[in-house]
């Protein structure tokens, strides 16, 4: 095992970045849920993007005043590949946001903890799985 152990630090990497950014959405959303504030919002459009290989991604863009009275107009940090009924355009949607940064909120229904769940578990079985066979490599020289 003079070199192959370099070789461990790609899938040990790559598991602690997922985690890294799974522990951070998971982290946004409980904070957002412990001290947001909830209001009324609409979708006024949304905002498509292509993916290198030609997908097109929806991020739907909510209006909502906050309650000292500021307007906000912000799109989702979540695209998805159609728009279900709930969220088109002129839909009245709940956002919850952080009263001292609007700019960090989500939309009820359409901002889900999944895929921040789904990297903190991947990036959890990287990390460990990596560190797993390192220590058994390093047991058995």
């Given at each position: 095992m003079q070199r192959e152990w370099l070789f461990s630090l790609i899938p040990l990497t790559i598991g602690v970045t997922f985690l890294g950014f799974g522990v951070y959405g998971l982290r946004r959303a409980r904070a957002l849920r412990r001290t947001g504030v909830t209001v009324q919002g609409r979708i006024v459009r949304h905002d498509v993007q292509r993916s290198d290989e030609g997908a097109r991604f929806h991020y739907p863009v909510?209006?909502?005043?906050?309650?000292?009275?500021?307007?906000?107009?912000h799109a989702s940090r979540f695209g998805r590949g159609s728009i279900a009924r709930p969220f088109g355009v002129g839909a009245h949607v709940v956002v919850r946001y952080d009263p001292h940064d609007p700019r960090r909120f989500e939309i009820q229904g359409w901002d889900v903890a999944?895929?921040?769940?789904?990297?903190?578990?991947l990036g959890s079985l990287f990390t460990v799985g990596t560190l797993v066979a390192l220590l058994i490599g390093l047991l058995t020289l």
């Open positions: 909510a209006a909502w005043t906050t309650e000292d009275g500021r307007a906000c107009e999944t895929v921040d769940l789904l990297f903190t578990v």
